[in-house]
């Protein structure tokens, strides 16, 4: 199934005058309790410039969720997405909102409960001309069991574009690489320990909210690595919180050896991530 919205717009020589046309959207796609719709705007990313942003939403009825990138202990199936049939289209890079865990009878998974919104860092091969991008995702939703579920969607995507108050939003929960001091958790200090013949990466993370902090670690290409595990070790002033990841069944440690680890820190207050190398030799 494909929606498919083009927009016509006639733009004024001043950027003023650009930025009053209306951001974009298609109509929504829907599937089996869930329904996703493609959008599109000039949205600023925290610390950067304004640029041209789509966007992947997902919205599913209460209780329902979708994954993150890497779904947790308990399954799932992270989102995947396609953009081989667009046109003047460079690259779209997929930006992650900070994930939540979440706890049932299967176990630990990571994602987003009831509505997600992916923003889409687009370039362009030739910024004079519209793109027009053409978007399968595939992805997973999940109220007890993980329903696969799938959506197609088209979108032209004209040089002049409006402000996205959605896409700002969905991009301030993007998390940041360098933490905001005072609001966003940040990764003090890591590592590799092989004392007790079971290795184990150990993460301090300082938070101004330590009762909520969490922490997520993905690996290249989709390798298997245990959710971190909150311990009750805390630093003198009780602003660190200590996790670790169990080394020692089901990973392949000479896979990780050298390749980058990418670390993300979510409390109420903020987000952060940042990218660890283990020596594992």
Not at 11 to 27: K, R, V
Not at 151 to 169: C, F, Q, V, W
Not at 208 to 231: E, H, I, M, N
């Amino acid at each position: 199934m494909k929606a498919l919205v083009c927009l016509f717009l006639v733009c004024g020589s001043t950027a003023a005058l650009c930025e009053t046309a209306t951001p974009l959207a298609t109509d929504w796609v829907e599937g089996f309790n869930n329904k996703a719709r493609l959008l599109a705007g000039h949205a600023t990313p925290a610390g950067e410039q304004k640029g041209t942003f789509a966007g992947i939403e997902i919205a599913m009825p209460e209780g329902w969720k979708t994954y993150w990138r890497v779904p947790g202990d308990a399954g799932g199936v992270p989102p995947e997405f396609d953009w081989s049939g667009s046109e003047n289209l460079a690259s779209a890079e997929v930006l992650y909102p900070a994930p939540h865990r979440s706890t049932d009878k299967a176990g630990d998974s990571v994602g987003y409960k009831n509505r997600v919104l992916f923003p889409v860092r687009l370039t362009a091969k030739d910024e004079t001309k519209p793109i027009v991008v053409k978007s399968r995702i595939d992805y997973g939703v999940c109220k007890d069991i993980c329903i696969p579920a799938e959506a197609k969607l088209e979108l032209e995507i004209p040089n002049a574009l409006g402000n996205s108050p959605d896409l700002d939003e969905a991009l301030a929960k993007v998390p940041v690489g360098k933490p905001r001091a005072g609001v966003d958790p940040a990764l003090e200090t890591w590592r590799l320990d092989k004392a007790s013949g079971k290795p184990k990466l150990v993460l301090t993370v300082a938070s101004a909210s330590t009762k909520d902090v969490d922490v997520f670690v993905a690996a290249p290409g989709g390798a298997y690595l245990p959710l971190p595990q909150r311990t009750d070790a805390k630093d003198a002033n009780g602003a660190n919180v200590e996790f670790n990841v169990d080394l020692s069944d089901g990973v392949d440690l000479d896979a990780l050896n050298g390749n980058p680890l990418t670390v993300t820190m979510v409390d109420s207050k903020g987000q952060s991530e940042t990218t660890i190398k283990l020596d594992t030799k």
